[in-house]
């Protein structure tokens, strides 16, 4: 028997098409019970205030670059959304002299317009972001050297060579969307072999950097985050780092400070990644195979999950 449809878009697979006693037990969870959610492989941490939330999202990036040597590269993949920590990043390479000579860095993904990726000098390119938020307040004689960065591309082979040439991944950083993704690993739409069940966690996991169709939800979303609303200035169409990168990292940190997935979102990836219910309409749900995942919430971005009028 077909699982149910989408609330939100028929046309695709969604977490409104999960069983709902997943969302009913999610969304009774407390701060404490997300905690409790650790599991070998697993980490649930809470920070009680976002100046120490964004501090240890920019360290992760610290951290990850001072394992880089000469004979041992190594780097971080970076997300756009959140960026709060991006500028923190350069204060602290600059203020503990951090030579980037070895370090590399991954950007996520980027829209895809006419053919080819945004150019970077559009206000809604992610690297441009990176650029202007990080590595341009980088003091030029610590820089990271410009063949270092690896940002994706509509030629997806440079992007996806990166991740192949020896070159350590110590994490991948991401924010969690309302559609519950990392980077734009988007449900897919309900059409073709998947009309009536959302593709097998194992087909999902062999997906590597690629163009992608956008799930209406998250251009709704960046239309809300990025274009104050207008959605129909969101590309609906986007380049993303695919699972086979991902598994490439030695561990999976995403950060959530209350700003982008809901008090609901929030608790249901957790909740499936914790007890291992994999789905790929909650593409987030796949890591749970991963064997290194860490979850950092805000606290004061928790909310809860009550009905109330405002």
Known sequence: MPRKLSMLAPDWWDFTTLNEDIH???????????????????????????EDFYLAEALEYITSWKQATSSQPAGICGPIGPTE????VARL?????LNLSNAHFWGMDEWYVNGKELDASHPLSFEKADREMCFNLIDKKLAMPEANLHFPKAD?????????????????QGGQG???HWAFNDPVKRTGKYKNSPPAPAEFRQLSTRLVDLHPVTCMQNARTSGGGVVTDIPTQAITVGPVETWKAEKVSIWQAG?????????????????RIIDSAVPMSLLADHPNVQFNYYRGG???CESEMH
């Not at 920590?85 to 923190?88: G, S």
């Open 302 to 304: 928790i909310g809860v």
């Open 259 to 275: 700003t982008h997935d809901n008090p609901f979102g929030q608790r249901l990836t957790a909740f499936m990644i914790s007890k």
């Open 24 to 50: 009913k037990d999610a969304a009774m969870l407390s701060p404490s019970d997300l905690q409790q959610l650790s599991r070998e492989g697993f980490k649930v941490v809470i920070y009680d205030t976002l």
């Open 156 to 172: 997806t082979s440079a992007y996806i060579d990166s991740w192949n040439s020896g070159i350590q991944c110590i994490v991948m």
């Open 93 to 97: 390479v600059n203020e503990l002299n």
């Open 178 to 180: 309302d559609a519950k």
């Open 85 to 88: 920590h991006l500028p923190l």
